[in-house]
């Protein structure tokens, strides 16, 4: 008979306690392979289908409306229409190395073709909101066999995109069209009549799949530049699920407001297949998921009819729920808030935990580590900023690389170097074997190309970028492509991209150039000129500001950090006008800083000494929203 935690063989009816290291480390005195109980995510999802069959796996809301009726799939009939899918690969010539692309809204078919892809061969899950060039490039890549696509619908331009780019995927053998009736003659199937032929009982292919077989690939790397595509194993994604549901010890039968895209390891395995695998059931907050602004404006009545334990997003859907008021709705069910995919602004955490009383997980990890790899959590003082301690089985190192990608020392505690990860959720590598070079260090260390810290007890302190993604509200920018577009501009003579900070988004991109000897813009050219060449809006700069000289390492390269200092400087500026208007002598300067990456120094002038403390508290109120902290000082 199953324990409390489906997926693990060795816990029976009560969860471990993690208070202490010491703890942790006697929980991993029994190997990991000892314990998992599945070697596939297909195995996975039976085993929390088993445990009540006839209890909802999926409550799809179409309009994120609490008050009207949901679709109800039950945990038997999800995986039936899994194994139905998976089945109806298979008879579409999908083999265990064949890929599955699908390019879907959060509709309950997306889910069943994500599990069912990867129970015939491997998923590749893709971002519909992309230019069509971009998905092409993605699908190619991948050496897509099946395409699963939403069918003409108003309001989404996806088989648009799927009649545009077809022409360009050479290995594609057929497309299957989600709410359409197909098109057989022209290689298109109806979704809805092709799985209904297959059996439910079994797979057909006669299957057995092992945790190192590959599952899925991810495309990462920021949406505007050359994706990558990251390969894992079916015991990648399982451990995903395992840790989650361990920590924060779940139990079958709990409802998630799930809004998160099936593109994002977030939303794929951090909820959807923990959530699944544990028994329990995902309410889809519409085909747009947070996207749709009923999920926000309705979150209290959400959390009240549907009583979930946790509300996990991103930061910047975390802090817009605090602009919503709760009114009477009963939040009794809420045990944590839970977000990552950009750190979560300490302000932001204080706030809920204040307004609500909730402590504020925060997790850290990345699609090489297929989601969660360090989290905070309730067993240990939960430290806003950090990014708290790894999962069982995982570990974390800060070192300082050679240029060969191996670990040339690791650096003290408190000392700030690069983050690197390894344990049973990390990848093997890029499916492109170009993009591994740099990937790892020390063998089978992922380098996060993030800079953190670790304090004395452990805890996992991100500091700053070693790479130049820019983060905005969890969705990866890589400035190179809009540089380049910046840089065909005649009057331009450098470029460059970076992240300012903003209260709500993280971050947002900020362009600098400098002109070419005597060349002129008028404002607004540039950002036109990019506006109209980017097909990412996201990507596209807020602003674009002539400086002059560029700042350059010893080698001629922009030195990027100077320019983040820059927009933190200016953006910071802007936000403590205020001040100023009181006649307040008011400076800001953003620097490096030992323990926290950057740091911003504000120092006032013209304060009398018995209105410092109301001052410096105005400072602390207009800057909490921000990632980067803030000092005061007074002259």
Known sequence: MAGIHLLDRCICDAYPGFATEADVRAFEQTPYGERIAAQSTYEAIQLGAAHDPEAPAIQFLPNADPAEAPAVISHRAFIDGVTQAANMFHALGVGS????????????????????????????????????HQIAEILEAAQTRVLVALGPMPGTDIWQKVEALRPQLKHLKAIVQVYGPGDPGNGIHSFAELIKQQPTDRLVSGRTISSDQIAAYFHTGG???????????????????????????????????????????????????????????????SPAGWRNPASVANIWRLVERFKPEVLASVPTVLAATLGIPPGNADLSSLRYAAGGGSAIPVAVGKALQEKFDLPVVEVYGMTETCGVHTLAHGERPIRLGSVGLPLPYSRVRIVEPDPDGKGARDCAVGEIGVVVMAGPGVFGGYLNDAHNQGAFVDGDWVNSGDLGRLDDDGFLWITGRAKDLVIRGGHNIDPGPVEDIMFQHPAVGFAAVVGQPDAYAGELPVGYVQLKPGAQVVPGELEAWVRERTPERAAVPVQIIPIDPMPLTGVGKVFKPKLRWDAATRVFNGVLAPLREKGIDCKVDVRPHGSHGSVATVTLAGVAEDERKAIAEEVDTLLSPFVIRHEVEFA
């Open 97 to 132: 190395d064949d890929v599955v692309s699908f390019l879907l809204p959060l509709v309950p078919e997306a889910f069943i073709t994500l599990f069912g892809a990867e129970a015939a061969g491997i998923a590749n899950p893709v971002n519909p909101l992309l230019e069509p």
């Open 223 to 285: 949406t505007t530049g050359t994706p990558k595509l990251v390969r894992h194993t079916h015991g990648n994604q399982v451990y995903q699920a395992w840790a989650c549901n361990l920590m924060l010890k779940s139990s079958a039968g709990r409802n998630l407001l799930f809004g998160m895209p099936l593109f994002h390891v977030g939303g794929s395995l951090t909820q959807a297949l923990a959530a699944l695998a544990g028994g329990n059931c995902l309410v889809v907050l």
